[in-house]
Every structure is written in structure tokens, then in C-alpha cells.
């Protein structure tokens, strides 16, 4: 056999893009934050005491941040907006971003998000994921997980495959960007009385306007 005469080929899949937010970013988001709305725990999956929504006055965070993630994306794996049963062109827009307070022991189940794109940016991280599985539960275990972030998706043989961040402070200001059907989930942490504070959103096609 001739190696040279031997071609590999790969299907085309969806992946999601990394981000780390500049400062100025950065500032703006915890500024709304700091003037965060009503509470929204109980129109999510988590199972967290705290979620709120906030506002993103002007869509200053839309226009300079998820926009061009919104064009990148397309650029790399194509625009999947264009899938959308509709008939005539309609712009993206920012639907809804919300804070979470994850405190020890609380978790977000396996879930997705509705829209076209979704997003999670990680705003405080106070533990560290390899002293967590360093605790007796997970020392020992062939899928230490504890206090980790984990993308769920199928591969072309139908097979359950996962993609694991597993999280420390340097992960602050991490931004992921994924299709908003994209199953994920987050694992609890023990024994750190601070909050884990996470941002995440929703972008839809908004119908009421052209494009």
C-alpha cells in the first residue's frame, strides 16, 4: 500500500471559542453586576440560591464584545443563524445575561440554553480545581471533577464525549462562547465559604427588526 494514496478525512463539526476579556471589558461587565436586577434563580437550571439578572445599557457589551465573537464564530464554522425558519434577514441581539453566585455544594445540572449562541464568562474563581480533587471523594477516582466546568456533546459514532475546564483563578475573565444547544454543566465545590461568580447569556435572532 502506497501511505501517499492514504487521505484522512474529518466531518465538519461545531466547536466554541475562548476569550479573555481586556479590562476596560472586564470593569463594565462587574459594573453591572454591582447594579444587578430582579432574582432569576427560578427561571434557570441551576440549583444556586442566587442568580440575577443584569442590563447591558446601550448594548455596549453586545456591540463590542459578543458581536464580533457572533462574526467570528461564522467565520470558522459558519453562521448558524442562517438555519433559522425564517424568511427575511433579522439581526442578533443580546436576549438576556444573568450573574450567578455559586456557593459550596450548589451545582448546575446538565442543561443547554435557548437562542442560537450562548456564553459563560468566568468573573471569580476562589478555589483551585487541583487542590479540590485532592479530596478524599475524588483522590481516588478515574473522573476527578469537583468544582469543574464540562461541554457534553456526541461524536459521529453517537458516543457521549466531554470537554472538562478545570477551573483556578486563572480562569477569571474567560469567556467561552458555544452554540446555545451545546449541553454543559457545572460541578459543586467544597470547603470555600466564597461565592464562584459567573456571567452568562443568551443571543437570539431578533424578529422584530431587518437586519
Same mark, same amino acid.
Given at each position: $500500500?502506497?501511505?501517499?494514496?492514504?487521505? #484522512?478525512?474529518?466531518?465538519?463539526?461545531?466547536?466554541?471559542?475562548?476569550?479573555?476579556?481586556?479590562? #476596560?471589558?472586564? %470593569?463594565?461587565?462587574?459594573?453591572?453586576?454591582?447594579?444587578?436586577?430582579?432574582?432569576?434563580?427560578?427561571?434557570?437550571?441551576?440549583?444556586?440560591?442566587?442568580?440575577?439578572?443584569?442590563?447591558?445599557?446601550?448594548?455596549? =457589551?453586545?456591540?463590542?464584545?459578543?458581536?464580533?465573537?457572533?462574526?467570528?464564530?461564522? @467565520?470558522?464554522?459558519?453562521? !448558524?443563524?442562517? +438555519?433559522?425558519?425564517?424568511?427575511?434577514?433579522?439581526?442578533?441581539?443580546?436576549? &438576556?445575561?444573568?450573574?450567578?453566585?455559586?456557593?459550596?455544594?450548589?451545582?448546575?445540572?446538565?442543561?443547554?440554553? @435557548?437562542?442560537?449562541?450562548? =456564553?459563560?464568562?468566568?468573573?471569580?474563581?476562589?478555589?483551585? +480545581?487541583?487542590? #479540590?480533587?485532592?479530596?478524599?471523594?475524588? &483522590?481516588?477516582?478515574?473522573?476527578?471533577?469537583?468544582? %469543574?466546568?464540562?461541554?457534553?456533546?456526541?461524536? $459521529?459514532?453517537?458516543?457521549? +464525549?466531554?470537554?472538562?475546564?478545570?477551573?483556578?483563578?486563572?480562569?477569571? @475573565? $474567560?469567556? !467561552?462562547? =458555544?452554540?446555545?444547544? !451545546?449541553?454543559?454543566?457545572?460541578?459543586?465545590?467544597?470547603?470555600?465559604?466564597?461565592?464562584?461568580?459567573?456571567? +452568562? @447569556?443568551?443571543? !437570539?435572532? %431578533?424578529?422584530?427588526?431587518?437586519?
Amino acid at each position: $500500500m502506497n501511505k501517499k494514496e492514504v487521505k #484522512q478525512v474529518e466531518p465538519t463539526n461545531l466547536g466554541w471559542l475562548e476569550y479573555k476579556l481586556n479590562t #476596560q471589558e472586564m %470593569d463594565y461587565v462587574w459594573r453591572c453586576i454591582k447594579n444587578k436586577k430582579e432574582n432569576t434563580s427560578k427561571t434557570l437550571a441551576g440549583n444556586i440560591t442566587s442568580s440575577y439578572s443584569l442590563l447591558d445599557r446601550g448594548d455596549w =457589551f453586545f456591540t463590542n464584545v459578543c458581536y464580533p465573537l457572533i462574526c467570528e464564530y461564522g @467565520g470558522r464554522f459558519g453562521n !448558524l443563524g442562517s +438555519s433559522a425558519p425564517i424568511r427575511t434577514g433579522h439581526p442578533y441581539c443580546l436576549n &438576556r445575561w444573568w450573574v450567578n453566585y455559586q456557593k459550596q455544594n450548589e451545582f448546575n445540572p446538565i442543561h443547554n440554553h @435557548g437562542g442560537v449562541y450562548s =456564553f459563560v464568562i468566568w468573573m471569580k474563581i476562589p478555589y483551585d +480545581s487541583k487542590k #479540590q480533587n485532592q479530596k478524599n471523594i475524588a &483522590r481516588n477516582s478515574n473522573s476527578p471533577l469537583i468544582s %469543574d466546568f464540562q461541554f457534553l456533546y456526541s461524536d $459521529m459514532l453517537g458516543r457521549k +464525549s466531554t470537554h472538562e475546564y478545570h477551573l483556578s483563578s486563572e480562569y477569571e @475573565g $474567560m469567556m !467561552l462562547f =458555544f452554540p446555545a444547544k !451545546l449541553d454543559h454543566q457545572v460541578y459543586p465545590f467544597y470547603d470555600c465559604d466564597e461565592d464562584r461568580i459567573s456571567v +452568562s @447569556g443568551n443571543i !437570539l435572532i %431578533d424578529t422584530s427588526k431587518k437586519g
